[in-house]
């Protein structure tokens, strides 16, 4: 069975500063990693996906994650937080890819203050 | 280009009543995936089609729950009868063949009173 976990339900950060959200996952085959942001009452977005090909990773919105197989880690940065930046992300885990289920881990709220 | 179309985007209904969410998925993909969003549960997959046919119920929470996709651009998912615990955000997503990425409609927020 695959499962995430993502450290910290909520992270708050600066305007400008450094934004870092923790992703780690469990899975008995090569995952495939994505991560997702969701804006209130909106759908869920994709930011990046990790598909077994590079293991840095590069997103919209200046995003990035680095897939690390000895640590089972997924993390997502962002050099310079902006304020539309603020909203909740959700790391998956899938065995397949896009066309089997995403495995999602509980999100976290990233809050930006000016 | 539309992405995935979902309807209604709010419901609000009685304990007891038939309610029945809808899914227009995007043109060309295959496969269709049902998931639930609570505060208490996160997100998590309901069902899911590919070639019209499902290949995953399992977390269909009980018989009061069903699901069906009668072609390739529609889908239905129905709760008879409803229950306050069915209060969530029911997401609609889709994606095809190789592209390894699902995309998302707009949710239908459900209150069961």
């Known amino acids: 069975a695959q499962s995430v976990t993502q450290l910290g339900s909520h992270v708050s950060v600066s305007e400008g500063a450094l934004v870092l959200l923790r992703c780690n996952y469990s899975s008995s085959v090569p995952p495939y990693l994505f991560w997702y942001v969701q804006y209130p009452n909106q759908g869920l977005q994709l930011l990046l996906k990790y598909t077994s090909a590079a293991t840095l990773v590069k997103g919209i919105n200046g995003f990035e994650a680095e897939f690390k197989k000895s640590e089972t880690s997924f993390h997502l940065t962002k050099p310079s937080a902006h304020m539309s930046d603020a909203a909740e992300y959700f790391c998956?885990?899938?065995?397949?890819?896009?066309?089997?289920?995403?495995?999602f881990g509980k999100g976290t709220r990233l809050s930006v203050i000016a | 280009d539309a992405g995935v179309i979902q309807s209604p985007r709010h419901e609000v209904t009685e304990m007891g009543q038939e309610v029945t969410l809808r899914c227009k998925p995007i043109s060309g993909h295959n496969s269709l995936f049902w998931y639930r969003q609570t505060m208490m549960r996160g997100l998590e997959l309901l069902i899911y089609f590919n070639n019209n046919v499902p290949i995953d119920d399992s977390g269909m929470p009980e018989d009061r729950f069903s699901a069906k996709m009668p072609n390739a651009s529609f889908s239905t998912l129905k709760i008879q009868p409803s229950e306050p615990r069915d209060s969530a955000v029911y997401f609609c997503?889709?994606?095809?063949?190789?592209?390894?990425?699902?995309?998302f409609g707009p949710g239908t927020r459900l209150t069961v009173l």
């Open positions: 997503a889709s994606s095809v063949q190789g592209s390894h990425t699902q995309y």
């Open positions: 998956a885990v899938s065995d397949q890819g896009g066309n089997t289920p995403l495995v």
